[in-house]
């Protein structure tokens, strides 16, 4: 039996494990108006990669993502695994629901299904950026993946490796805060060189290192306050040499966006990003820990439709 034209993917675990209750009264929604919409559920990590790839090369015209930036990122890696000339066929379309949702944060959209059901009854899209990234898996082994929104490895790799691992029953922002609470006093800053595809370079003790293709983290925090999807540039954030006791005084600007006029902060940008660091600090992509650095980030522009 064929799909039908619109299936949303959804991580029935999201949320706290209320996103399955929200995928299947959104489909009512829908199908009550009049689209052609179904749901597939995951069943465990990665299976939403398998089913985005399966729907994109399959002909599917819109994927919806029903979940947290880590469903999200699942479905963005199944897509680009997909032929070249079905991808630029099909549109990601997000309902996002979970810990961070910070993608749906820089493009403005919410969960109401109404609203949804609007974006996908009009079809228009908007080609975004995608990002690339080369990196060192837990395993130890060499590994590829993309992300849709921020990369960044040092202590928020470090707080999201604990947030992943506790309690989200309140809500992203409380969660990330809660981690970052109890996860900074302790971290040990990392020795980084980095190198940019538009000859710039550094190097130096960073709290934090950052790869924006999106605005948001962590819950509503906004390290990369001037970064567009559409640009062909990451906006690249460093973080540099600071203690726990700075970081705190400047929460509040990181929640802002105003952090970047702090002297310790770098920002950069540029299409491609290579770094090197013997003290390996975690990575996470759009929230999941995915390794450790050395790490090199590509832009792959214009890389997906998003239905606006």
């Not at 059901?117 to 009009?122: K, Y």
């Not at 906004?222 to 540039?233: Q, S, T, V, W």
């Not at 952090?259 to 975690?282: G, K, N, W, Y």
């Amino acid at each position: 039996m064929a799909d039908p034209a619109i299936v949303g993917i959804a991580n029935p675990f999201a949320a706290n494990r209320s996103a399955g209750r929200y995928a299947r009264r959104l489909e009512r929604s829908l199908r009550n108006a009049g689209l052609d919409y179904g749901t597939r559920f995951t069943k465990g990590p990665l299976d939403a990669t398998r089913i985005a790839r399966e729907l994109v090369d399959g002909g599917v015209e819109i994927v919806v993502s029903i979940g947290g930036d880590g469903t999200l990122n699942e479905i963005v890696n199944g897509a680009m695994g997909a032929s070249e000339r079905a991808r630029n066929t099909a549109r990601l379309a997000i309902a996002q629901v979970g810990t961070g949702t910070d993608f749906s944060r820089t493009v403005q959209q919410t969960s109401n299904p109404g609203e949804i059901h609007e974006r996908l009854r009009r079809g228009r899209h908007r080609p975004i950026d995608v990002g690339l990234v080369e990196y060192t898996n837990l395993r130890g082994e060499p590994e590829t993946r993309y992300f849709v929104n921020i990369a960044e490895f040092g202590s928020g790799g470090a707080v999201v490796e604990k947030v992943n691992r506790t309690t989200k029953v309140f809500g992203g922002r409380v969660s990330f805060l809660l981690g970052i609470l109890t996860t900074m006093p302790k971290y040990r800053n990392k020795h980084v060189e980095w190198r940019l595809e538009v000859g710039d370079s550094g190097a130096g003790t960073v709290n934090n290192f950052v790869v924006a293709n999106g605005r948001y983290f962590g819950g509503g925090l906004l390290p990369a306050p001037h970064a567009e999807l559409d640009d062909g540039l990451f906006d690249i954030v460093v973080i540099g040499d600071l203690d726990w006791k700075t970081i705190r005084k400047h929460l509040k600007d990181l929640r802002r966006g105003t952090h970047l006029a702090i002297p310790q902060v770098t920002f950069r940008r540029s299409s491609e990003v290579f770094t090197t660091s013997r003290e390996h600090a975690l990575l996470d992509l759009d929230g999941e820990l995915v390794g450790r650095d050395p790490t090199r980030f590509v832009c792959v522009p214009k890389g997906l439709n998003l239905v606006v």
